[in-house]
């Protein structure tokens, strides 16, 4: 479970100050500034986070579209669909807390939870779909190229590249290779 930022520095026994930003203005307007503030941060918020915040903003009522937009950095027709969906789920729009909850709702699509174990049948199911899509396209291409296949996802992930690697390393951790076992491929 990820901590906040006090919490970070509480528990850091090298740090004793704590950076402190004042603001001054209304409840509304600090709400904002937070949200702009974390759209913008070091480690932006991804669109579902951005979603998710625009879809909060939007039902206090208090924002105009272009307020939503602009803070949260989403589109223009992105905040008047949830505009719409507010509406069309009447007092019901404020049980769901995500944006993909809301739509689903709207949709009359029931909000499935999985357990643990259906979750990461799921997973693996929509792998073996995507792995046999790329095999159709790639033949062994990409297997018998690791370093352009690395390279290729690399572009593909931007950002994102990081936690690929992490999950990767679930998976497959470097250090449980022995070294004769990994050789990369002469191209």
């Not at 709400?31 to 951005?50: E, G, I, Y």
């Not at 009359?108 to 199911?125: C, Q």
């Not at 992490?166 to 250090?175: I, T």
């Amino acid at each position: 479970m990820p901590i906040d930022s006090l919490e970070a520095y509480r528990r850091s026994k090298d740090r004793t100050d704590i950076p402190v930003t004042v603001f001054q203005g209304s409840v509304d307007e600090a709400v904002l500034t937070a949200a702009k503030a974390n759209t913008q941060s070091v480690l932006p918020m991804d669109n579902r986070q951005r979603q998710n915040l625009a879809w909060r903003l939007a039902l206090t009522s208090k924002f105009s579209k272009q307020q939503i937009k602009a803070y949260a950095g989403i589109s223009d027709g992105q905040v008047a669909t949830m505009r719409r969906i507010k509406k069309a789920l009447g007092d019901d729009a404020y049980e769901h807390e995500s944006w993909w909850a809301a739509r689903r709702a709207a949709e009359g699509k029931p909000i499935v939870t999985l357990s643990e174990d259906e979750m990461e049948e799921w997973m693996d199911e929509k792998a073996q779909r995507w792995a046999d899509r790329l095999a159709k396209h790639f033949s062994t291409k990409m297997a018998q190229n690791p370093v352009i296949a690395a390279r290729a996802l690399e572009r593909h992930f931007g950002r994102k590249l990081p936690e690929l690697c992490r999950e990767l390393d679930k998976l497959a951790p470097l250090d449980d290779l022995a070294e004769d076992e990994y050789e990369p491929e002469d191209f």
